[in-house]
């Protein structure tokens, strides 16, 4: 249930049920010679809207472009800078609290935005529970879950990939995109196959360090196939999670 294809009628019945929505974060940022470069947001938004469906939630707009500051040494990366993204938080989640909605549930498709997402959440609170003007008792609670959090995600990429996983352009995230993009599948040389790993730097070094934008992967293992597992998975386990933040006291 997308946010953005309901009227405002059937947002408001919803309220009447539900004051929980999914919000997918991502990124736009280099992955890889055969990663999209709008592959944390894909991951983000259509793993989100796969919650949305199992759990029977409202999943707002995706926001694409996060914290890539280091891979603004490729073509096409864009980054936003932290005060930005907090801003844009902060925005979204109050404007939508004042129509009621009090539980916020993102999903992450990017390592790098975690940092932020969560000063974007004391931001929030430090504003809503009154710390600064009247005191108010009302309660908003927010929670950040990257796609492919918990043991069961982390093993079925260690069945799958083993060592070449890695963690930037991971065999994973490149599978997901696969399966949900099969006509935007890219073929690439890797050499070496699995990326080197290590320490990086800001921009110039990252680009010197891992000349193809990779760490430690090899996105060359990745298959629609494979995606499609993950995929599945990564719903079930964060509509798990998803219900439990709901639900609790
Ligand atoms: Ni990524």
């Known amino acids: 249930m997308l946010l953005q294809h309901q009227t405002w009628q059937e947002v408001e019945a919803y309220l009447g049920r539900s004051k929980a929505i999914i919000l997918p974060i991502g990124s736009t940022e280099q992955h890889g010679p055969n990663g999209l470069i709008g592959t944390d947001a894909i991951c983000a938004e259509v793993i989100a809207k ?145 990326a080197p790993s290590g320490r990086f730097h800001g921009p110039a070094d990252y680009r010197r360090r891992f000349p193809d934008g990779r760490i430690g992967s090899n996105p060359g293992l990745a298959t629609p196939e494979y995606g499609r597992r993950l995929f599945d998975a990564s719903i079930s386990e964060l509509a798990k999670t998803f219900l439990a933040f709901v639900g609790e006291n």
């Not at 890695?166 to 070496?192: F, N, R």
């Open 50 to 194: 796969g919650v949305g469906e199992a759990a029977g939630a409202m999943v707002g707009p995706t926001i694409g472009v996060g914290i890539a500051v280091h891979h603004m040494g490729f073509a096409g990366s864009m980054t936003v800078r932290p005060l930005t993204l907090i801003a844009i938080i902060y925005d979204y989640v109050l404007s939508l609290a004042r129509h009621g909605f009090r539980r916020f549930f993102f999903i992450n498709g990017h390592g790098g935005n975690i940092a932020t997402v969560q000063a974007a959440f004391s931001e929030i609170y430090a504003e809503f529970e009154g710390a600064f003007s009247a005191r108010r008792d009302d309660e908003l609670r927010c929670r950040l879950a990257n796609w492919w959090d918990g043991k069961a995600m982390h093993d079925l990429a260690k069945e799958m990939f083993g060592d070449n996983e890695g963690s930037h352009a991971t065999a994973s995230e490149v599978a997901v995109t696969q399966y949900v993009l099969p006509d935007s599948i890219k073929q690439a040389v890797l050499d070496p196959p699995r």
